[in-house]
């Protein structure tokens, strides 16, 4: 077994067993001097924990985050980097999981963030932690400390990935890594830095036609609800086998059934190649291999530019994007970062 052969391979510690608290992620980025810290920015995920922070998209400022979390995480930021005695730029990933905060990891350097939560508010974290290394007081710096009110605009970030260069990756997403990049969208909503965001990082965001969803077991209590707001905005449904049974049964009738692979021709893999699905929403099943159809379906979408989603967050922000109506381009505020920030003096 796996136990046995990891015994094996490090007798004193032969594995480490991880549990996900399922609950909402946040980051923090603060420059610290000792003594006193500055928090430029929270930013809250909006992928759930278990999707690696680069991975996920990101909102500045938290849009649904309490003040009363808010001030715990400032409390418990500022408390880490005087007990570690941290001078310069700090990262804490925090997690808030049933009504209660949890550290997740403290990382005392520069993080992805950083350069993100500088553009768009306007401080210089690099140049402020770097004076604060030499010796001086962020007090002195002319920034302030603790944590600055929010910008009157919104900020979503998202990843960029290369999955047409990598061929063997499996482009869902999971604790690993594999973002290549990030792109940044500002607006005055949260859906339109959204939409800005997402059509940076390569999203296209067809108004009608067909989705295909094939959904994991555990995913299907977050996915259905959203297959009927699909639905609602006219899209026509195909879904393999246990899917449309799911749907069937959460009152959405109007399903069309595909086979999976093996199961007959022509199969969900044939229809994806001849271009049947204007969007594919397949979350995968843990423990797959490079042969699964999941695997080989969400491939395929990578080949065919067909825009392929597969975490239930990432699902409802893009639908968001889609009942908004910003497909076309249309019903967002365009401004330079230079304006954004003059609006906030």
């Not at 260069?165 to 990030?182: N, R, Y």
């Amino acid at each position: 077994t796996y136990l046995r052969l990891a015994a094996k391979v490090s007798p004193r510690h032969p594995i480490l067993i991880d549990r996900y608290l399922m609950g909402k992620e946040v980051e923090v980025d603060a420059v610290a001097d000792g003594k006193d810290i500055l928090i430029p920015g929270i930013m809250e995920h909006i992928e759930r924990a278990g999707i690696h922070s680069g991975d996920s998209m990101a909102a500045f400022p938290p849009k649904s985050i309490s003040d009363k979390h808010l001030k715990t995480l400032v409390d418990y930021t500022g408390r880490i980097v005087r007990a570690l005695e941290i001078k310069g730029l700090v990262n804490i990933q925090f997690v808030i999981y049933k009504d209660k905060a949890y550290v997740l990891e403290v990382n005392p350097r520069a993080s992805r963030t950083v350069p993100i939560l500088s553009k768009v508010t306007g401080i210089p974290m690099v140049k402020l932690a770097v004076e604060v290394m030499l010796g001086a007081e962020l007090k002195k710096l002319g920034y302030g400390t603790g944590l600055k009110v929010p910008p009157p605009y919104m900020t979503v970030k998202a990843p960029v990935f290369s999955f047409e260069k990598l061929s063997q990756v499996d482009i869902s997403l999971g604790p690993e890594m594999k973002s290549t990049g990030e792109v940044l969208g500002i607006d005055s909503t949260f859906i339109g830095a959204l939409y800005k965001t997402m059509l940076s990082g390569g999203y296209s965001f067809p108004k009608e036609g067909t989705i295909l969803l094939s959904i994991a077991e555990q995913d299907k209590k977050y996915i259905l609800p959203l297959a009927r707001r699909f639905s609602e905005l006219g899209f026509k449904l195909c879904a393999t086998g246990g899917t449309a049974e799911s749907l069937k049964k959460y009152g959405i009738h109007q399903v069309e059934v595909v086979d999976k692979i093996g199961e007959g021709r022509p199969n969900v893999l044939d229809l994806i190649q001849d271009a049947q699905f204007d969007i594919v929403i397949n979350t995968p099943t843990y423990g797959q291999k490079l042969s699964s159809t999941g695997h080989q379906m969400r491939r395929s979408c990578v080949e065919l530019k067909i825009p392929c989603l597969t975490a239930p967050d990432t699902v409802e922000a893009f639908l968001q994007v889609l009942e908004k109506g910003y497909g076309d381009g249309n019903g967002f505020a365009v401004k330079t970062l230079r304006e954004h920030l003059e609006s906030e003096r």
